[in-house]
């Protein structure tokens, strides 16, 4: 992700899941993982891009993968999605609701025409038929209604799906030589469940979610694509520091309604915009906290497209400067 271009924007975290019937297929044939990202990036683009009406381009990180929580093989797929996206004009916008009907029937066009643009098996040609007989409202997709700032926490919570184990050495109850017992919460029954299996089978368990050499297992697409990354740099910036400027003129008409001026006035008896000095009228300027760094400026005066670090130790203090 580039640093600090999309710091200001809001994420969404979406999951992708697919039948319970096609995942010995999908197994068998790893490759059809990437086609799994790609039929939800065209999901995601068409949704969002109906929400706000126009057509956009937006910006997905995906994260492959394929263990369940009983470390049973459940192929899927986490998306960082940006909030929003730039459309023809380039101009940025935020998408805050979607409808999840269309998301699921969308999801279900997408990945089964991928599914039969890469496979010929007539076997699974007619799974496919069957499948859209029997999910006639679409298949299960997650979007997570409440946006993340960001992305900075939703990009650590994914990165546990890279570094862990399909199961944590923690879930392992005992181990006699010849099988293994082991545990995990069920996230329908909300209990823990356990299984003991041979010790041949618990290892198949674990080598079962080795993908491919040189297979990529997070990949990004639209405002994220490394590819093009350099090409819609400056646009992006362009896009979103518009946006900013609308959402900071409407910050300071919402500022002017409530009076805050005359608040601060009222309860310490000092005009705030008014030179101590030589009682010239000021104009605020920006607003600075030790935890959040610029949180307000003027629209024709944005800072530097950077993420501001607070200071190692800060008095907690909160700075407002005032320009004439």
């Not at 995601?44 to 956009?56: H, I, K, P």
């Amino acid at each position: 992700m580039e640093q600090g271009l999309f710091a200001r924007i809001d994420y969404r975290h979406v999951i992708f899941t697919v039948p319970e019937q096609l995942r010995g297929y999908i197994e068998q044939c790893p490759r059809l993982l990437g086609e799994l990202t790609k039929a939800g990036v065209a999901t995601l683009t068409a949704v969002m891009s109906r929400a706000a009406g126009r057509e956009l381009k937006i910006g997905v990180v995906a994260v492959i993968q394929t263990a369940g929580r009983a470390s049973n093989y459940n192929p899927h797929v986490h998306m960082m999605v940006t909030g929003g996206g730039i459309d023809q004009q380039g101009q940025w916008q935020d998408v805050k609701t979607v409808s999840y009907d269309y998301l699921h029937r969308e999801w279900q066009r997408q990945l089964f025409a991928r599914l039969e643009e890469t496979s010929c098996s007539a076997e699974l040609a007619q799974l496919l038929k069957r499948l859209r007989q029997e999910y006639n409202g679409g298949l299960v997709a997650y979007w997570e209604p409440k946006p993340v700032k960001t992305g900075k926490g939703l990009a650590r919570y994914l990165i546990k799906y890279l570094a862990s184990p399909p199961i944590a050495v923690s879930r392992i109850i005992t181990y006699d030589g010849q099988s293994v017992e082991y545990c995990w919460q069920d996230h329908k029954s909300h209990q823990q469940e356990r299984a003991r299996v041979s010790a041949v089978e618990f290892i198949r368990r674990l080598v079962q979610h080795i993908l491919p050499r040189g297979f990529q297992r997070v990949r990004y697409y639209g405002l994220h694509a490394v590819s093009i990354r350099g090409q819609i740099l400056e646009p992006v910036r362009r896009a979103i520091g518009a946006a900013l400027q609308l959402a900071f003129s409407f910050g300071e008409m919402v500022m002017s309604k409530l009076g805050w001026r005359a608040k601060i006035k009222r309860k310490f008896g000092k005009d705030p915009l008014l030179c101590e000095r030589c009682g010239t009228e000021m104009v605020l300027w920006k607003v600075w906290t030790p935890t959040s760094g610029v949180v307000y400026y003027l629209p024709d005066d944005a800072p530097e497209w950077r993420e501001i670090a607070a200071p190692a130790k800060s008095a907690g203090n909160a700075q407002l400067s005032f320009g004439f």
